[in-house]
């Protein structure tokens, strides 16, 4: 009786202790929903359904007892303040993931409260102020990144020594002044630092050298000088070392008088440039084998290349421009198969260019201008079939210009001047279809500019000044000197008159025709530029009204031309008059409705678009009834500024109408925006590029006419599961291939190129033939070379480019991230937000490739579509490299795409992201 009491008496204080501690739980739950719920996110920003438990919510994670353990909206726009998060609700939080929000104001300190939390990931917000002293509470944390936000301050010491768990501290872009505290080097287990583009000052601490785990470290754009200490070499498992940009000073490269190459077996990249260091490049550097990236440029560096650079056979890129190098260019250089880039600009190499660079057949960019190398390339360089940018200005060339780069088929920019290059153009620079730059200036060039010349229709700069070139300038076709945008024939024994075209267009930025023997009288539109005189001086023949050249004397061939132009301005006047009576009468007699009725059948015949920003009631009214007054039922979609209509016009064809909503379309912003679409719309054609067949600017409402897409957009097609399937592995590579045509055609054929800015799956648009359109330019920008190119933040959140956060400078590397994650949206089939803010993790570049495609369709083993595939995945995560710099241009993707010389090494199921990003998956075919 008496054990059975006992039994009773332990089963109540058991049952009593398990009610007491549920308690605590059960609230604790409560509040932290309540807590989530006080944010105004979840119901409001982020849609929940209120019927199921927190635990289920987009981006929250719980443990089995029901407490919130992880708050994942990465890349989920709130544009809302941090502090709303209640931080001391979540007593049991382990990772806390707030990555390009748009959360502004400061960091709480509340924060120091989550005593349990491993990972903090604030990137890319607008936060400012300083780091809270109560992030020292937080003695579990592994992995904090806050970079990108505008942190002021320098970088508290008692913060950085209570975090002995630490894996991964980035805390870039942010605009740190001071030090770097000596406390850091008690960061032992310490994989990843970053702490670029800030305002860093002082030395580099010796404790660093207690950070023998490291693997990437990244101190550049900041202000740090002094020497680089012999302790760095402890540092033995780095495989990215970046300390550009500072006033780093040493005798010689730290390689050298450090001996540390034998400690770095696995070092990747290594970027020392802009800085001070003196001395030469040390002969050990051949030793590090698994380099990929090698920039020293920006320095002082002076002696021979040495020879054993040709060891670094897994070089991409190779920069040692800016610099005092002498000596010759080693041959051993030959052996860099896989050098894409190659600068040596602006050193004191002499002697000839070694034949030996004709084997690089991965050269892409080949930059060796402003040197004293005495001998051109001759048959070599036709081998170089990838070849799209040549620089060899500024040296002693002095031979002929080789046939053979006629071969050069994708080369886009070519710079022979400042030179002794003798004998005439060749006629098979015309065989260069794609050139846009041509510079053979200052050289002692002769003989006749070939007619094959007009075969390059893409040319914008030609410059053939300061030689002694003959013949006619008429040579230039008329049809194609309106492509130009920089002329400069001058100093040169060019003869004939000037045509008419020469004067005639719009799109010059400077045309230089002076000191030749041109002759007779000057076209008119010469009068109207500011500086004619001086673009046509020194050619005695001419005469004409520019000032400062004589009159032209009376002739009946001059009376007769006269005439003609002035009948033809009286022509222009008459009709001009006819069609404003004829106007006025049709405006009266609209007040008829039968005369009404009668005159919109006779316009309907017509073509609606063929008068550009018309605002008449005519097409209005057309409008109005094609889309039933702007009818729901004809909308098939809408926007944050305006809704799409689709509407069947009188001829039959069918149309896309976008019209910007009321309130908006009286805010100069949209205003702004509307017209900016119009601007770029109609002046730019591709086939990847959405058609404007016309717009309205009517007072009562705005609206752009495009050509119909049927399938919508690409964000929509991924999400629907039907539509999704039908978007098979082909045409996703071919969306994803004219996507990339489109935005090179922006880059590099438009002058001055253009940047979309907001490139979306929602701003990708597919015809019924799933083909990709390039759509919606409201934000797009010409980028204009000798201006700042700052800008106010535009685009789509979690399509952005991570720098953009805090430089605010737009260029064409923003669009070529944007692409990257629409593309690698494509092949998953939905938005890659948690893969993008991981890529640099060592797990993730574990992931295969298969695990991350779009499971909805078949798996691919082998064969032309897993080759297309796997081609299209590399070039995206390229696109996706953190750092503007390394990633290609959209002409290089276009071009990768178009050439597809390359196959992978294994089978689809057996490659990885890491091997992707590091492009070790290809063998020339």
């Known amino acids: 009786m008496d054990s059975?009491?006992?039994?009773?008496?332990?089963?109540?204080?058991?049952?009593?202790?398990?009610?007491?501690?549920?308690?605590p739980i059960i609230s604790s739950s409560t509040e932290e929903a309540e807590?989530?719920?006080?944010?105004?996110?979840?119901?409001?920003?982020?849609?929940?359904?209120?019927?199921?438990?927190?635990?289920?919510?987009?981006?929250?994670?719980?443990?089995?007892?029901?407490?919130?353990?992880?708050?994942?909206?990465?890349?989920?726009?709130?544009?809302?303040?941090?502090?709303?998060?209640?931080?001391?609700?979540?007593?049991?939080?382990?990772?806390?993931?707030?990555?390009?929000?748009?959360?502004?104001?400061?960091?709480?300190?509340?924060?120091?409260?989550?005593?349990?939390?491993?990972?903090?990931?604030?990137?890319?917000?607008?936060?400012?102020?300083?780091?809270?002293?109560?992030?020292?509470?937080?003695?579990?944390?592994?992995?904090?990144?806050?970079?990108?936000?505008s942190i002021s301050g320098s970088i508290p010491s008692t913060i950085v020594s209570s975090f002995p768990n630490l894996v991964s501290l980035n805390l870039s872009r942010c605009g740190f002044n001071g030090g770097i505290p000596y406390e850091i080097g008690r960061l032992s287990k310490l994989n990843y630092l970053q702490l670029s583009y800030n305002e860093l000052t002082g030395m580099l601490p010796l404790s660093m050298a207690n950070l023998t785990q490291l693997l990437e470290l990244d101190i550049s754009h900041n202000s740090i000088s002094g020497s680089i200490s012999t302790e760095i070499g402890r540092m033995w498992k780095l495989t990215s070392l970046q300390i550009s940009y500072n006033y780093l000073t040493v005798t010689t490269l730290p390689v050298r008088s450090l001996h540390l190459l034998v400690f770095w077996p696995t070092l990747t990249l290594?970027?020392?440039?802009?800085?001070?260091?003196?001395?030469?490049?040390?002969?050990?550097?051949?030793?590090?084998?698994?380099?990929?990236?090698?920039?020293?440029?920006?320095?002082?560096?002076?002696?021979?290349?040495?020879?054993?650079?040709?060891?670094?056979?897994?070089?991409?890129?190779?920069?040692?421009?800016?610099?005092?190098?002498?000596?010759?260019?080693?041959?051993?250089?030959?052996?860099?198969?896989?050098?894409?880039?190659?600068?040596?600009?602006?050193?004191?190499?002499?002697?000839?260019?070694?034949?030996?660079?004709?084997?690089?057949?991965?050269?892409?960019?080949?930059?060796?201008?402003?040197?004293?190398?005495?001998?051109?390339?001759?048959?070599?360089?036709?081998?170089?079939?990838?070849?799209?940018?040549?620089?060899?200005?500024?040296?002693?060339?002095?031979?002929?210009?080789?046939?053979?780069?006629?071969?050069?088929?994708?080369?886009?920019?070519?710079?022979?001047?400042?030179?002794?290059?003798?004998?005439?153009?060749?006629?098979?620079?015309?065989?260069?279809?794609?050139?846009?730059f041509l510079d053979l200036s200052q050289n002692l060039l002769r003989g006749i500019i070939p007619v094959e010349i007009n075969n390059l229709f893409t040319l914008q700069y030609l410059n053939l000044s300061h030689n002694f070139i003959s013949g006619l300038v008429i040579t230039?076709?008329?049809?194609?000197?309106?492509?130009?945008?920089?002329?400069?024939?001058?100093?040169?024994?060019?003869?004939?008159?000037?045509?008419?075209?020469?004067?005639?267009?719009?799109?010059?930025?400077?045309?230089?025709?002076?000191?030749?023997?041109?002759?007779?009288?000057?076209?008119?539109?010469?009068?109207?530029?500011?500086?004619?005189?001086?673009?046509?001086?020194?050619?005695?023949?001419?005469?004409?009204?520019?000032?400062?050249?004589?009159?032209?004397?009376?002739?009946?061939?001059?009376?007769?031309?006269?005439?003609?132009?002035?009948?033809?301005?009286?022509?222009?006047?008459?009709?001009?008059?006819?069609?404003?009576?004829?106007?006025?009468?049709?405006?009266?007699?609209?007040?008829?409705?039968?005369?009404?009725?009668?005159?919109?059948?006779?316009?309907?015949?017509?073509?609606?678009?063929?008068?550009?920003?018309?605002?008449?009631?005519?097409?209005?009214?057309?409008?109005?009834?094609?889309?039933?007054?702007?009818?729901?039922?004809?909308?098939?979609?809408?926007?944050?500024?305006?809704?799409?209509?689709?509407?069947?016009?009188?001829?039959?064809?069918?149309?896309?109408?976008?019209?910007?909503?009321?309130l908006e379309a009286e805010e100069p912003a949209f205003d702004r925006s509307f017209k900016n679409e119009v601007q770029m719309l109609t002046k730019i054609r591709h086939r990847n590029i959405i058609k404007l067949y016309g717009f309205c600017l009517h007072n009562r409402c705005m609206f752009l006419i495009y050509e119909y897409m049927e399938r919508g957009n690409l964000f929509c097609a991924l999400r629907y599961d039907d539509e999704a399937v039908e978007l098979n592995w082909t045409t996703r590579v071919n969306i994803?291939?004219?996507?990339?045509?489109?935005?090179?055609?922006?880059?590099?054929?438009?002058?001055?190129?253009?940047?979309?800015?907001?490139?979306?799956?929602?701003?990708?648009?597919?015809?019924?033939?799933?083909?990709?359109?390039?759509?919606?330019?409201g934000t797009a920008r010409w980028l204009y070379p000798n201006s700042s190119n700052q800008t106010v933040l535009a685009g789509t959140f979690g399509y952005i480019a991570p720098e953009l956060a805090y430089t605010m400078e737009v260029n064409e590397k923003c669009d070529v991230y944007s692409f990257g994650v629409v593309a690698l949206e494509t092949l998953m089939g939905r938005h890659p937000g948690e893969l993008l803010q991981s890529l640099a993790s060592e797990s993730t570049q574990n992931i295969m490739l298969n695990d991350v495609l779009d499971a909805r369709l078949p798996a691919l083993e082998h064969g032309i579509i897993a080759q297309d595939v796997v081609l299209a995945a590399s070039l995206t995560f390229s696109c996706l490299r953190s750092e503007p710099k390394s990633r290609p241009t959209m002409l290089r993707v276009s071009q990768?795409?178009?050439?597809?010389?390359?196959?992978?090494?294994?089978?689809?199921?057996?490659?990885?992201?890491?091997q992707l990003m590091n492009q070790d998956i290809y063998l020339i075919k």
């Open 4 to 23: 059975f009491k006992y039994c009773v008496v332990v089963v109540v204080w058991i049952a009593t202790n398990i009610i007491l501690n549920a308690a």
């Open 35 to 149: 807590a989530l719920l006080r944010t105004g996110w979840w119901g409001k920003t982020i849609p929940v359904d209120n019927s199921t438990s927190h635990c289920e919510w987009y981006g929250i994670s719980c443990n089995k007892l029901g407490n919130v353990i992880g708050i994942d909206i990465s890349w989920y726009y709130l544009g809302e303040e941090l502090e709303k998060l209640n931080m001391s609700s979540f007593p049991n939080l382990v990772n806390l993931d707030l990555s390009n929000c748009g959360l502004n104001g400061s960091i709480p300190r509340e924060i120091g409260r989550l005593s349990k939390l491993k990972y903090l990931l604030l990137p890319a917000n607008r936060l400012t102020g300083t780091l809270p002293l109560s992030l020292a509470n937080l003695t579990q944390i592994v992995e904090l990144d806050i970079s990108g936000n």
């Open 270 to 436: 290594l970027d020392l440039s802009a800085n001070r260091f003196l001395g030469w490049i040390p002969p050990e550097l051949g030793q590090l084998s698994t380099l990929s990236l090698l920039d020293i440029s920006s320095n002082q560096i002076s002696g021979h290349l040495t020879s054993e650079v040709g060891n670094l056979s897994g070089l991409y890129s190779l920069d040692l421009s800016q610099n005092l190098l002498n000596g010759t260019i080693p041959t051993e250089i030959g052996n860099l198969k896989c050098v894409d880039h190659l600068n040596l600009s602006y050193n004191k190499i002499y002697g000839a260019i070694p034949p030996e660079l004709g084997q690089l057949s991965a050269l892409a960019v080949l930059d060796i201008s402003s040197n004293q190398l005495s001998s051109l390339l001759t048959s070599e360089v036709g081998q170089l079939s990838r070849l799209y940018y040549l620089d060899l200005s500024q040296n002693l060339l002095n031979r002929t210009i080789p046939t053979e780069i006629g071969n050069l088929k994708g080369l886009i920019h070519l710079n022979l001047s400042y030179n002794k290059i003798y004998g005439a153009i060749p006629p098979e620079l015309g065989q260069l279809s794609m050139l846009r």
């Open 476 to 662: 230039i076709r008329p049809d194609h000197i309106v492509n130009f945008e920089y002329l400069d024939l001058s100093h040169n024994h060019l003869s004939g008159t000037i045509p008419i075209s020469f004067s005639s267009t719009n799109n010059w930025q400077s045309i230089d025709l002076s000191y030749n023997d041109l002759k007779g009288e000057i076209p008119q539109g010469f009068q109207f530029r500011s500086n004619s005189f001086q673009e046509l001086r020194g050619n005695k023949g001419l005469c004409g009204s520019v000032e400062g050249f004589p009159p032209c004397t009376y002739s009946p061939n001059r009376s007769r031309n006269r005439f003609v132009y002035l009948g033809t301005i009286l022509l222009v006047v008459i009709i001009s008059l006819a069609f404003l009576i004829l106007g006025t009468v049709f405006f009266c007699c609209k007040k008829d409705r039968k005369n009404t009725k009668f005159e919109e059948r006779s316009i309907k015949k017509g073509n609606l678009f063929s008068v550009w920003n018309y605002d008449g009631r005519i097409v209005y009214e057309d409008i109005i009834k094609a889309t039933d007054n702007f009818d729901i039922r004809n909308c098939v979609g809408t926007g944050g500024h305006g809704s799409v209509y689709k509407a069947q016009l009188p001829s039959g064809e069918v149309v896309a109408l976008k019209k910007l909503h009321r």
């Open 736 to 777: 994803i291939k004219g996507i990339a045509h489109a935005l090179s055609y922006m880059h590099y054929d438009c002058n001055p190129p253009i940047v979309h800015r907001d490139i979306s799956s929602s701003n990708i648009l597919l015809d019924s033939e799933s083909e990709a359109f390039v759509s919606d330019f």
């Open 896 to 914: 990768e795409f178009l050439a597809c010389k390359y196959s992978p090494t294994r089978p689809l199921r057996k490659i990885s992201l890491g």
